[in-house]
Nanobody
Framework: QVQLVESGGGSVQAGGSLRLSCAAFGYTYPYYCLGWFRQAPGKEREGVAAIYTAGGNTYYADSVKGRFTISQDNAKNTLYLQMNSLKPEDTAMYYC???????????????????WGQGTQVTVSS
């Protein structure tokens, strides 16, 4: 059973930076895709970024390209999301997720993901 625990959310002014972390426990299958999703009040959950754990290929939503960076530390079983140049529209609950499916096909589709963390709140003020 995979468990995902996020941390690192908080409040920041527009233009600022935050780094989210996700500690992953319990998975032994090496070919996972790990990713970040977000959900703002009244909106659907949307994909932000994903990384193929075996090869390191990364995928980003257009809205965050050039500002967010997803990375992993395999030794620590930890996933990161470095968020720079934050905007008020980035305000949302951010979730870490894992799937057995291909990153390229799944990173924008929350329904294809198998495991979810509890979420961490990011608030960006103007």
């Amino acid at each position: 059973q995979v468990q995902l625990v996020e941390s690192g959310g908080g409040s920041v002014q527009a233009g600022g930076s935050l780094r989210l972390s996700c500690a992953a426990f319990g998975y032994t299958y090496p070919y996972y895709c790990l990713g970040w999703f977000r959900q703002a009040p009244g909106k659907e959950r949307e994909g932000v970024a994903a990384i193929y754990t075996a090869g390191g290929n990364t995928y980003y939503a257009d809205s965050v390209k050039g500002r967010f960076t997803i990375s992993q530390d395999n030794a620590k079983n930890t996933l990161y999301l470095q968020m720079n140049s934050l905007k008020p529209e980035d305000t949302a609950m951010y979730y870490c997720a894992a799937t057995f499916k291909s990153c390229s096909g799944a990173y924008l589709l929350p329904g294809l993901w198998n495991y979810w963390g509890q979420g961490t709140q990011v608030t960006v003020s103007s």
